[in-house]
């Protein structure tokens, strides 16, 4: 007998094929998830291309980027929630695989798989992702697309993968998720039996894809919606359709959700049983979901340049509250990298008369840590802009430190549109805007986060061994993890501000490689420098540092922006 949840996803999916028959696109909707589009190709895993003019070509991408790497010649592959069967069939496009099953609980779905979509090693089957009619070992690579949040039973689809995966197989997973279960996942998945690979969140990719999508398309089908008359299946359809208005979307673009690619792998370790505590816990994912879709109780005002008092206070704590900008004289805002706050410049002192340094406080660091940190650039950019509005109309400048400079490169991009660029972006230890993460950390729990962060360096030692100093900090080391994350600009964005370059050699985080590429991206001079060091080299290079900054602030070549 069908549970609630299983039958209102049964209806859900017949709803959907109705209205895609009545929008006239039944034959063409292939797929049905989000899609992928990427400006910067560095962050793509996938191993084929989809081209641009291809129908469905967003959709598709977003298929392969989820198999990325995954060996699938010669292999057994199983789609759980396969939907309109357009991944499989990709798949028996560019790969040999022996066989390919899709699951789905729809009929409707199912019926149509099997008109469309025809080969020899293709077979499509009626069936339940938590009651699996497969034998153990019988699979090679599952896949799960954006349908594990329908499951009435989450751990029992896990201990099914499991099951009928042979050993070593692979589990490719993606979903929409809010941040507080992620851990939930890893943990229930980890108890299973298998082991985590890979994280990937392609959260700015999937909504710039929605983004792109034709607005005839969105009009198309809330027209058809309202001419079905049907309430219960227009609330159901809206959080499917996800459209740029929809809540949904906004609690991606927030950060308050995520897009999530995971691969897991079978291994050799038993299988442990997943608890009534943490089971009761993952059957509340759809209602957190819902949650972080609701709007916030209180709205954060629109952004406006901030008073006198503000500029001495939370945004730039080491200022003095009169600061003003004297004839020739530049106005220096500092950045901290990932973790840090503004006192990482205290100690950085100038005697020139041609400038002066003022460090930039972020929410959730240091004396404001009651503040959320932000996780997503284009929100941060937007009220750092509004701090500095005051001052860019007379000489000004950008320096960040590692992360810090990805901010400061966004700022001089906002203000260059606006025609009030800085005079010179100083990036130390920074890879360019256009070289993304390679190591996400963010989704980690606690106890493997501070592990990582502990790698990396940085977080003083008697820091990191006081337990309750760990837990204030961490907040921030891990929004701030999941900013850099998640941002990855253009290899063609540019801006006409002179950029200068501090790079360490001996850097473990950066290579020299990476952080020269930030000559792509200044349409003025660009200059870089080794220095001594490994990444943190701020804190003992900061003589030579200042005595360069001091020329560079001081050469009439910063100023050549100014006169352009």
């Not at 007998?1 to 209205?19: C, E, I, K, V, W």
């Not at 089971?279 to 609701?294: F, K, M, P, S």
């Not at 900008?325 to 805002?333: I, N, S, T, W």
């Not at 850097?507 to 930030?518: F, S």
Request: net charge neutral; glycine share 6%; proline share 8%.
């Amino acid at each position: 007998m069908l549970d609630a949840n299983h039958r209102r996803n049964r209806l859900a999916y017949q709803g959907l094929a109705t209205l895609l028959e009545h929008a006239g696109l039944a034959d063409h909707a292939h797929y049905l998830n989000w899609g992928y589009h990427s400006d910067c190709p560095d962050r793509d895993q996938a191993c084929h291309r989809i081209a641009d003019h291809e129908p469905n070509h967003s959709q598709a991408r977003l298929v392969l980027e989820i198999i990325g790497k995954t060996p699938l010649d010669g292999k057994r592959i199983m789609d759980i929630g396969c939907g309109r069967g357009g991944a499989l069939a990709l798949l028996q496009r560019f790969y040999a695989p022996t066989q390919l099953i899709g699951i789905d609980i729809s009929p409707s779905n199912i019926a149509y798989c099997r008109q469309q979509h025809q080969g020899r090693r293709l077979r499509f089957q009626l069936g339940d992702a938590c009651r699996l009619p497969h034998p153990d070992n019988s699979v090679d690579v599952v896949l799960n697309m954006e349908s594990s949040g329908a499951y009435s039973d989450l751990p029992a689809f896990f201990e099914q993968v499991q099951r009928i995966l042979a050993p070593q197989g692979y589990f490719c997973f993606s979903d929409v998720i809010d941040q507080n279960s992620l851990p939930l996942l890893q943990e229930a998945l980890t108890l299973c039996g298998l082991e985590l690979q890979q994280h990937r969140s392609v959260r700015q990719e999937v909504l710039a894809s929605r983004r792109r999508a034709s607005p005839h398309l969105w009009r198309r089908l809330q027209q058809v919606l309202a001419e079905l008359d049907n309430p219960s299946l227009h609330a159901e359809l809206q959080q499917y359709l996800a459209n740029p208005d929809s809540p949904l979307f906004a609690a991606l673009e927030e950060g308050r959700a995520d897009y999530i690619i995971q691969h897991w792998r079978k291994s050799t370790r038993r299988a442990q049983p997943i608890g009534p505590a943490l089971q009761e816990a993952l059957r509340q994912r759809g209602q957190r979901l819902e949650q972080v879709q609701q709007p916030r109780q209180t709205q954060p005002p629109t952004p406006r340049p901030a008073t006198p008092a503000e500029r001495g206070g939370s945004w730039l704590p080491l200022s003095h509250p009169a600061m003003q900008a004297r004839p020739g004289h530049c106005q220096l805002f500092a950045l901290p990298y990932a973790g840090g706050g503004a006192s990482i410049y205290r100690d950085w002192t100038s005697a020139s008369a041609h400038w002066s340094l003022h460090p930039l406080q972020l929410p959730g660091h240091e004396n404001r840590l009651a503040e959320a940190a932000h996780v997503d650039m284009d929100k941060l950019v937007q009220q750092l802009a509004a701090v500095l509005q005051p001052y860019v109309q007379q000489p000004w400048a950008l320096l960040g430190c590692s992360l810090g400079g990805k901010i400061a490169f966004e700022l001089a991009r906002h203000f260059s549109a606006q025609g009030t660029p800085p005079q010179h972006l100083i990036v130390l230890a920074c890879p360019a805007p256009s070289v993304p993460v390679r190591q996400a950390l963010s989704h980690l729990p606690p106890a493997q986060f501070a592990h990582a962060v502990a790698q990396l360096g940085g977080t003083p030692t008697d820091i990191l061994q006081h337990t309750d100093m760990m837990q204030t900090v961490m907040p921030a080391l891990r929004s701030d993890s999941q900013l850099a994350e998640h941002y990855c600009c253009a290899s063609d964005c540019s801006i006409d501000a002179p950029i200068t370059l501090f790079y360490a050699e001996d850097d473990h985080l950066v290579t020299p490689e990476q952080a020269l590429q930030w000559r792509n991206h200044t349409r003025g001079r660009f200059s870089a420098q080794a220095v001594a060091g490994g990444h943190f080299f701020l804190r003992q290079q900061r003589p030579q540092l200042l005595a360069c900054i001091d020329q560079l602030l001081s050469s009439p070549w910063t100023e050549e922006i100014a006169h352009a």
